[in-house]
């Protein structure tokens, strides 16, 4: 099905309500002479956190001053509006978005005018809607990703009409442009390329609560992107939850057949210094992909690409559609074309059914691929997935005592590559001061390595700086700049 664009009528629509709202704030501010304050919180994802900069783009031209906390008791800094942009990939997830609604009940008996609202993946099941009806009865507004560019709508509803707005979503999902976005960083930006996936891998939830792909238009993507290095923008990381089929639901692309040729474009027409992109599934991975990371300056060396488990009965039955030997022998193939390129991975420990045997094939393919780094998870059951029916769950402490000897295995892996580094000079983007120590500068080399490094006056904020590395850390590089 192809994918359908939210229409300008629609998007004129929530601008009006909008600039009712902004009204509304702006006679709060000319008769209290105060502003009404809006924090937008954040769990789980990239995805998540640009969705929030969106959210927050949006209040911010609905009049709302946006602050970064909240307090639960404090009249004057419980916030007008508070609103929860949630995760439900991993059970604890949501758990900690409960925690915090529960925290905010005594908070609207000190402030009944304030507006709760939670929205995000965890709000695109229907029973996390039923448990906050029921039970978080503070909660005023809950809508999903699929509905998050009608947020001014929903807003006006529980501020004019006094109602307490429920929705679940309704529609596959579309792809809306001309949200407004505040930016967290002015150095380094997200920019989506498409939403949902179509994969169903038999663990995770986000197909069910994200839709189908859907890419954004070529053209959509080089004018933002454009706009960005017209800002200072110096590194762009392209989302979407699996890039590689990025353009595969597009009937007229301009010309843009795949991720690929998005890449040639951005680079050929921009002048963005760094380009980044998650998240690649192997399956997807095609050899123009290679050649375009290979071919391009501007695009990293550095891929995040998920492996799941080193077994391959374990991959079938988590329907990842690759065997351990085709990521392996994908791994050689961009190993050969990208030497440089370091390498990530997501691991999952404890899916159903997982014996010793098939976990030791995933410390061996760790052990043989060598990662640069691993986000590793326990498997935690959705509801709703294929996975979570199954009678074979692994027990809670033979997961945890996989899951401890793996961590270990990992990090002393990127110990060691890191030890490796140790005397060469990298090229670092500058990020400024590091928070945890004022008088280092702090920023990532293309491989997105984390360099702490002195010298320079303090002034290299945006610069691309030669910082000699003279230690390793599990996680981190320590160098002096070389200027
Ligand atoms: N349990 C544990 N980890 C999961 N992930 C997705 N679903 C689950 C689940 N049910 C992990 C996968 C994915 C990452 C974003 O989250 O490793 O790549
Ligand atoms: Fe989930 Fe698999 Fe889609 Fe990734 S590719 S979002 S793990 S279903």
């Known amino acids: 099905m192809p994918t359908i664009q939210v229409s300008t009528e629609e998007m004129t629509k929530q601008l009006h309500f909008t600039r009712e709202i902004r009204n509304w704030n702006e006679a709060y501010t000319a008769t209290t002479g105060r502003v009404r304050t809006a924090c937008v919180r954040t769990f789980g994802c990239q995805m998540n956190e640009h969705d929030s900069e969106k959210l927050s783009g949006m209040l911010t031209q609905m009049g709302f001053l946006m602050v970064p906390e909240y ?7 419980i916030a007008d509006l508070i609103l929860f942009n949630t995760c439900c990939v991993r059970e604890n997830a949501e758990e900690k978005v409960y925690g915090h609604l529960g925290a905010l009940k005594g908070a609207k008996r000190i402030k009944p005018t ?27 507004l809950v809508f999903g990703t699929r509905a998050a560019h009608k947020l001014p709508e929903y807003l006006h509803q529980v501020i004019f009409d006094n109602k307490r707005v429920l929705e679940v979503s ?30 169903f891998c038999s663990y995770c939830i986000v197909p069910y609560v994200r839709g189908r792909e859907r890419s954004r238009k070529a053209t959509d993507i080089l004018a933002e992107v454009r706009g960005l290095v017209e800002n200072g923008i110096q590194e762009i ?24 040729d998005l890449l040639d474009l951005l680079c050929r027409e921009t002048e963005i210094p760094r380009i980044r992109f998650m998240t690649s599934h192997p399956k997807d991975l095609s050899d123009r992909l290679i ?39 994908l791994v050689a193939r961009i190993r050969k074309a990208v030497p440089e390129i370091t390498l990530s991975t997501d691991i999952i420990v404890g899916f159903p059914g997982e014996t010793e045997a098939d976990f030791e094939q995933t410390l061996s393919l760790v052990e043989q691929v060598r990662y640069d780094s691993a986000y590793t998870f326990i498997y935690s059951k959705r509801v709703g997935t294929p996975a979570a029916t199954r009678e074979d769950q692994v027990p809670e402490d033979v997961v945890k ?18 030890d490796g580094l140790v005397g060469r000079t990298l090229e670092v983007l500058c990020e400024g001061p590091s928070r945890t120590n004022e008088d280092r500068m702090t920023g990532r080399t293309e491989g997105n390595k984390i360099v702490n490094f002195i010298g320079g006056d303090g002034n290299l904020r945006g610069k691309m700086v030669r910082v000699h590395i ?14």
């Open 71 to 77: 307090s639960v008791n404090e009249e004057p800094k």
């Open 114 to 140: 304030m507006i709760t609202g939670v929205c995000g993946c965890m709000t695109e099941q229907p029973h996390a809607v039923e448990e906050i009806r029921r039970v978080y009865k503070n909660v005023d």
């Open 170 to 199: 309704k529609t596959e999902g579309e792809v809306a442009e001309g949200v407004p976005v505040e930016r967290a960083d002015d150095l380094k930006a997200w920019v989506t390329i498409m939403y949902g996936c179509n994969n």
């Open 237 to 260: 990381t392209l989302l979407g939850q699996n890039v590689n089929s990025y353009g595969k639901d597009l009937e007229d692309n301009d010309g843009i057949t795949d991720f690929a």
């Open 291 to 329: 050649a375009a990371i290979a071919r391009n300056k501007s695009v990293c060396n550095q891929l995040h690409l998920p492996v799941q488990s080193g077994s391959s009965r374990v991959l079938k039955e988590m329907n990842r559609k690759y065997t351990r030997e085709e990521y392996l022998d």
């Open 401 to 418: 005592a996989r899951f401890d000897r793996l961590l270990a295995l990992q990090n002393s892996i990127g110990r060691e590559i890191n």
């Open 470 to 483: 003279d230690h390793a850390q599990t996680w981190s590089l320590e160098g002096t700049a070389e200027l």
